[in-house]
Nanobody
Framework: QAQLVESGGGLVQPGGSLRLSCAASGFDFRSYAMYWYRQAPGKDQELVAFITSSGGTTDYADSVKGRFTISRDNAKNTVYLQMNRLKPEDAAVYYC?????????WGQGTQVTVSS
């Protein structure tokens, strides 16, 4: 059974940085693309970033381009989201996801709060 566990969230001031991690287990991590999503209270879920299985291709929501970087370490079965120049509107619960056999697997989420 695929399992995803996010960590690294917390409280940060506007302009600050955080690095989120998502540790994967129970499946062949290196064979699957990975996604970071976020959801703020009262807002729709948003796809933030995507990375292919090899890490060779990434893509980002326009709202985070130039500030966030997705990466992965296939030897550690972990995907990361480096978030720089954080804004109050980045505050949300951040989730990682993978898709196997047309089934979505989600982590439990990690809270990011951006406030002075």
């Amino acid at each position: 059974q695929a399992q995803l566990v996010e960590s690294g969230g917390g409280l940060v001031q506007p302009g600050g940085s955080l690095r989120l991690s998502c540790a994967a287990s129970g499946f062949d991590f290196r064979s699957y693309a990975m996604y970071w999503y976020r959801q703020a209270p009262g807002k729709d879920q948003e796809l933030v970033a995507f990375i292919t299985s090899s890490g060779g291709t990434t893509d980002y929501a326009d709202s985070v381009k130039g500030r966030f970087t997705i990466s992965r370490d296939n030897a550690k079965n972990t995907v990361y989201l480096q978030m720089n120049r954080l804004k109050p509107e980045d505050a949300a619960v951040y989730y990682c996801k993978t898709v196997r056999s047309q089934t979505n697997y989600w982590g439990q989420g990690t809270q990011v709060t951006v406030s002075s």
